[in-house]
């Protein structure tokens, strides 16, 4: 199992309708509106780095309102 965390920064305003569109995706195990430098942090896991790949770029990333992300994949989850 491939898992990472995304640190998300979204459109003004739009941090909470983001978190409930990121519940619904396959993958994302838990998302939540946080504070600080980032508005969202989730975490996420895929059986395999291309579909982790996917699941970042193509579903994450492309979720409306989102606008920059940063991505931080789990070496060492034991």
């Known amino acids: 199992m491939f898992a990472a ?12 309708a983001v978190v409930r569109s990121l ?3 396959k993958g994302v195990k838990q998302a939540h509106v946080v504070t600080g430098l980032h508005d969202i942090v989730a975490y996420v ?14 579903k994450i990333q492309g979720t409306k ?5 940063v991505t931080c994949i789990v070496v060492n989850g034991n």
Request: include cysteine.
């Open 23 to 25: 519940r619904k995706i």
């Open 5 to 16: 965390y995304e640190f998300i920064n979204c459109d003004s305003g739009k941090a909470e």
């Open 65 to 69: 309102g989102v606008g920059r992300t």
């Open 45 to 58: 896991e895929s059986p395999n780095l291309g579909e982790l790949t996917k699941l970042i770029i193509a």
